[in-house]
């Protein structure tokens, strides 16, 4: 792998509540996603996976750590309290999204860090952390990564990101329900990508029952990628009753719609450049 590839790594795998278990075993943790090319890093969505990558950033000593939110609902900050590096001087934390519709993002973020429901105040992290609202389709870059974001189908506003690097691009779509036809916004935030990081928490059996609560089906995630022409699907946000047998299951049955399909697992560890060898194999 070179330094200078767009690679993803999976901390947190899991939709809607942490749900750890020996049949579970690809992960309980809720969604935090880092993407790397050469020195930058950047971290999507904040929840509980997120621990686990703080404490790996303390022990390679102050830096600037930056994490994008696709939107605020629990499972996607509950790590950010956790996440070390806010309380120690040196660090620096930046914390981005778009708008929620609700309230500004810098009172958003204050309001996770308040009593009677988390003992230490957000005035107490004033020198590691910032935050940053987004404009809904902004463009922008972090180090050597381009990030371009996209509005997004859920009940509270929810933000997709296509980052792109030397001619490689990964898309985190997550928390997102897919229309009759494929999502004309998403088509285009991930036309020509090379990973595409999509919610599957449901199946498409299980689909009519949960219409409007915001989410997918792997079969939407693999007809979206086949219209945007993306090699390779990476099944997220999985369903937090979902065995390591039943994903095991769902991974089959969408490879043989798109081949190179992939249930995300925490630990896991995918290069974009790949992405079309992998989809071949």
């Not at 996976?49 to 790996?56: A, F, I, N, P, S």
């Not at 792997?218 to 993306?230: I, S, T």
Request: with cysteine; net charge negative; charged share 20%.
């Amino acid at each position: 792998m070179s330094t200078h590839d767009l690679t993803v790594r999976f901390l947190g795998v899991r939709g809607s509540i942490a749900t750890p278990g020996a049949d579970k075993t690809a992960g309980g943790n809720t969604a935090c996603v880092e993407v790397t090319a050469g020195d930058t890093r950047i971290i999507l969505d904040a929840g509980t996976g997120l621990r686990v990558l703080g404490d790996e950033r303390m022990a390679k000593g102050p830096r600037h750590s930056t994490i994008l939110l696709s939107h605020l609902h629990w499972d996607h900050v509950a790590g950010l309290p956790f996440f070390t590096p806010i309380y120690v001087p040196g660090q620096r934390v930046e914390i981005a999204s778009g708008p929620n519709g609700v309230m500004p993002h810098d009172e958003a973020v204050r309001s996770l860090f308040r009593a009677p429901f988390f003992p230490v105040d957000y005035a107490a992290l004033a020198d590691q952390v910032s935050t940053r609202e987004l404009r809904a389709n902004e463009k922008f870059t972090i180090g050597d990564i381009t990030i371009t974001m996209a509005k997004l189908n859920h009940p509270d506003p929810v933000y997709g990101f296509r980052l792109e690097h030397g001619g490689q691009s990964i898309v985190y779509a997550t928390d997102t329900e897919h229309f009759a036809c494929v999502d004309p916004t998403l088509k285009k935030l991930a036309a020509g990508a090379d990973i595409l990081i999509y919610d599957s928490q449901y199946t498409p059996e299980e689909y009519p029952t949960k219409v409007g609560w915001g989410h997918s089906t792997w079969l939407a995630g693999a007809e979206l990628a086949r219209a945007a022409g993306v090699p390779q699907l990476v099944l997220f946000h999985h369903d937090p009753n979902r065995t390591d047998a039943q994903l095991a299951a769902i991974e089959q049955q969408a490879r043989i719609e798109l081949p190179g399909t992939v249930a995300a697992r925490e630990g896991m560890v995918l290069v974009a450049r790949d992405a079309e060898r992998a989809a071949a194999a």
